[in-house]
């Protein structure tokens, strides 16, 4: 049915469904009888042909029924399978095949999508400058998807990658003040830092905060549309301003999620206030904006107390009589979603009180020393996790499966002593040396904790501070005087 050779497959179908009640030509206009004309070239119904009147009917003459029509012969419907399948693969240009889940068709489809993207930015009015600039972008990207689509051979530096492209690129960026670094990754030990950084950068944002401020995760799952992520950010941004706050922002702009931790120390008198007060203004924005004020991870305790004003009194209503029908004892997670206290009602540390002086061997920069190095953690659990996920933090979790043999649980014991009236004696105490016990002093957690909470530090210190207390054992000396016990075995073994 069609009968042009000179457009690519995309436009051969679309000339084929619309060329049944039409002939195609084979010259380059064909696809200009599809073309809406303009309406001053359309002629009226007055200017038209007339039409043929219809033959006269004699009424007198008895009706016959027409002979029912013979059944159109249908074809076998199409199988959606063949028969031996094609083995999860795909082909390339030049014949080649490689299996679906290749990095390089995964790379092409990405290609492909940006550069429809970046043909629709160019059907709005640009600058011509600008507009020059995705041009040039939009060949390279062409240049790279054949690249990508012909056989070629597999290893390091193989890819044919245009340093000049990439040079152009990087000038505009820098003369659009697009970002503030540009860096650039070709080898295989640059790529995988890249692929690592997102899932570093929450532990670098929880770790910005200054003092014993930490970024507090109470406003960071909202999202709107993405069009109108720009303004959002902005009067989001300004929000925070107005109640002298700072904030990491991270999270997936494409989906326009955003992930907002201000920095805040809840043990600073009317912090927690001015929490709540935050979370009250930025619900309202949300709604404003008709984004969600919790896209991904849910409402739970500290976002379901403003769920009626986001979903509106006649959808929370069918909320809690969908709860009531399936829960009627509301004993199933009661406050997550519906009926929520208060977000401050069950703060874990609602404001820590006033951490007595305590001289350190070790040197602590934290306004409350001690404490505030243990306080350091967030409670993310990244301790917890088992030998198959990687890393070393934290080997007696790992061995146990005993929250209090992780590093989060050994340092929620070391808060807690340490905001007792005598931090001193608490820190001798026979029930937080069980927790530290089994401490092997790795430093892993300084490393691989997202806030680089260093236990093997505070358990030296608490162990010092218990020895000056409790005298130290007979056991800690010997290991602590380990080479003068092995020269004098070594003296004595003619007598054992």
């Known amino acids: 049915m069609c009968q042009t050779s000179e457009f690519s497959s995309l436009y051969c179908c679309s000339t084929c469904i619309m060329s049944w009640s039409r002939p195609v030509s084979r010259n ?141 690129l990087e000038q505009a960026w820098q003369r659009h003040r697009h970002g503030y670094a540009i860096v650039r990754a070709t080898t295989p030990s640059e790529l995988k830092r890249f692929r690592e950084l997102r899932k570093a950068g929450l532990g670098l944002l929880s770790a910005a905060g200054q003092g014993n401020e930490r970024s507090i995760a109470f406003v960071e799952d909202t999202a709107v549309d993405p069009r109108r992520l720009a303004a959002y950010t902005d009067r989001f941004a300004r929000l925070l301003e107005r109640h002298g706050l700072r904030a990491g922002f991270y999270g997936h702009a494409s989906a326009g999620c955003l992930h907002i931790r201000p920095f805040m120390d809840l043990g600073r008198p009317g912090e927690v206030a001015r929490m709540r007060a935050v979370a009250g203004e930025v619900a309202a924005l949300v709604s404003e904006f008709g984004g969600m004020n919790s896209s991904e991870h849910g409402d739970g305790l500290v976002r379901a107390e403003f769920s009626r004003r986001l979903f509106g009194d006649e959808l929370y209503e069918a909320m809690r009589e969908l709860k009531r029908a399936f829960d009627p004892s509301n004993r199933l997670n009661p406050g997550k979603k519906v009926d929520a206290p208060a977000m401050t009602e069950h703060l874990r540390e609602p404001a820590l009180p006033r951490s007595l002086p305590l001289a350190t061997v070790f040197p602590f920069a934290f306004a409350d020393g001690m404490r505030g190095a243990a306080n350091r953690c967030v409670r993310v659990g990244a301790c917890r996790k088992s030998a198959a996920s990687g890393g070393t933090m934290c080997p007696s979790y790992m061995a146990t499966r005993d929250e209090r043999h992780s590093t989060r649980g050994r340092a929620n014991a070391l808060v807690a002593a340490l905001s007792s009236p005598d931090p001193r004696a608490a820190l001798g105490d026979d029930a937080l040396m069980d927790v530290l016990d089994l401490c092997l002093e790795c430093k892993a957690c300084k490393s691989e904790c997202p806030m680089s909470v260093d236990m093997a530090t505070l358990k030296a210190e608490a162990l010092y501070q218990r020895h000056a207390a409790h005298g130290t054992p007979i056991a800690a000396r010997l290991f602590g005087h380990a080479r003068a016990v092995n020269r004098a075995g070594s003296a004595s073994v003619r007598l054992t």
């Open 28 to 168: 380059r206009d064909a696809m200009s009888g599809f073309r809406t004309l303009p309406p001053d070239s359309v002629k009226t119904p007055e200017a038209a042909l007339p039409l043929p009147a219809p033959p006269a009917v004699d009424s007198t003459r008895p009706r016959i029924p027409p002979s029912p029509s013979p059944p159109i012969p249908r074809p076998p419907p199409m199988k959606i399978y063949t028969r031996t399948g094609d083995a999860g693969e795909t082909g390339l240009i030049g014949g080649g095949r490689v299996p679906k889940d290749d990095e390089r068709i995964d790379a092409y489809g990405q290609v492909d999508e940006l550069n429809a993207s970046l043909g629709v930015a160019r059907a709005a009015i640009l600058p011509p400058d600008i507009d020059r600039e995705i041009a040039a972008v939009q060949h390279d990207l062409f240049v790279l998807g054949a690249d990508l689509a012909d056989p070629r051979p597999t290893g390091p530096g193989q890819m044919r990658l245009d340093p000049a492209a990439a040079a152009r």
